[in-house]
């Protein structure tokens, strides 16, 4: 059993991962928006989505665009590299959607709670960026 | 004895009191209306309230913030004001639901009695939530005794202010309903200061 598998496999799996989640935040962010969670102060909540996540989203999806317009070989990556990094996403993204979830059992504020959200997610999401750069900024 | 501000804060709805219901007589002196006044609070629970002088023939007396439902009647956590008041006490999943994507809307309420001869016109200026716990914390806790058996003049009266605040969400800020849905006698009898037809 080969411990590699394809870079262009690896990329794909990690930005379905990514759109996948993204796209379930983003469609609960706007749910609560209409519904007028966050009353007249809605854009603070986006402010705390677009620097979670889009980011990391745009390298991933400008990446793909980049090698959609080459060539690309037959590159492999360790599969035990690609298993953490995929894990490590999902952890984020779990934390992140979590964040929403969870504001209603908090004592803290809608805004607050998502203010404070960046204390762990500032964290995790250096960690996910390093990870996921070997995937998408190394040189195909 | 502190003086009520003049002219009081801009208002949210306002009603001039029958005269028979707190005043019972021409130029009566000002305890027993204050009395009164006070057996009305003590009704409708306020127990927390202060007192000003009008001039030197009139007084208003100041309650304390309050919550209250769309209706006007207080909330079980009526003294609470904090965003946390809304917040269901035990789990269900509607509950989550509900707090998952609806805002916490609040709705607060100071109710002000004065009992002048003056004629009550508003400021320009509009009131806070907190520039009006302010002025409870400013006010007395008792009418002093000159002014108790002070006569209240011919043309005296006593209306209520009402200042009614909404918070659209648990992050914003309450600010002064400019126009209430509710008149100021709804608003007195919601909140258990005398019945609604006594008002009329």
Redesign the interface.
């Known amino acids: 059993m080969s411990d590699r598998v394809t870079l262009a496999t690896a990329q794909n799996r990690l930005a379905i991962l990514w759109l996948t989640a993204t796209g379930a935040i983003f469609v609960l962010l706007l749910?609560?928006t209409v519904?007028?969670?966050?009353?007249?102060?809605a854009e603070?909540a986006w402010a705390w989505f677009v620097p979670a996540l889009v980011p990391t989203l745009s390298l991933i999806l400008s990446s793909l665009a980049y090698a959609a317009t080459k060539r690309t070989g037959r590159n492999t990556v360790e599969k035990r590299a690609y298993r953490i990094s995929f894990l490590l996403s999902a952890f984020y993204l779990l934390v992140a959607l979590s964040t929403?979830?969870l504001?209603?059992f908090s004592?803290l504020?809608?805004?607050?709670f998502l203010s404070m959200s960046h204390l762990w997610l500032g964290a995790l999401q250096g960690l996910v960026g390093v990870a996921l750069g070997a995937f998408f900024t190394s040189k195909m | 004895m502190p003086q009520f501000p003049w002219p009081p804060p801009r208002w949210s709805s306002r009603a001039v009191l029958p005269a028979a219901l707190v005043i019972a007589r021409e130029s009566e002196p000002l305890g027993p209306i204050f009395d009164r006044l006070r057996e009305a609070l003590r009704r409708a629970d306020i127990s927390e309230w202060s007192v000003f002088a009008v001039g030197g023939e009139g007084f208003a007396i100041v309650s304390r913030l309050e919550n209250i439902d769309d209706d006007g009647r207080p909330t079980p956590t009526r003294w609470s004001i904090d965003r946390l008041s809304a917040r269901p006490r035990s789990f269900s999943i509607p509950g989550y639901i509900a707090a998952l994507f609806n805002a916490s809307p609040g709705r607060y309420r100071v109710v002000a009695f004065v009992v002048t001869a003056w004629p009550v016109t508003a400021s320009s200026s509009h009131a806070t939530p907190a520039t009006m716990e302010n002025l409870l914390a400013s006010g007395a806790g008792d009418l002093p005794y000159e002014l108790r058996i002070t006569p209240l003049p011919r043309s005296g009266r006593c209306e209520a202010l009402v200042y009614e605040f909404f918070r659209p969400s648990e992050d914003d800020s309450p600010t002064q309903v400019t126009a209430s849905r509710l008149s100021a006698i709804q608003h007195l009898a919601a909140a258990g200061l005398w019945h609604a037809e006594d008002l009329r």
């Open positions: 749910a609560q519904a007028g969670k966050y009353g007249g102060q603070r929403l979830l504001q209603p004592d504020s809608p805004l607050e």
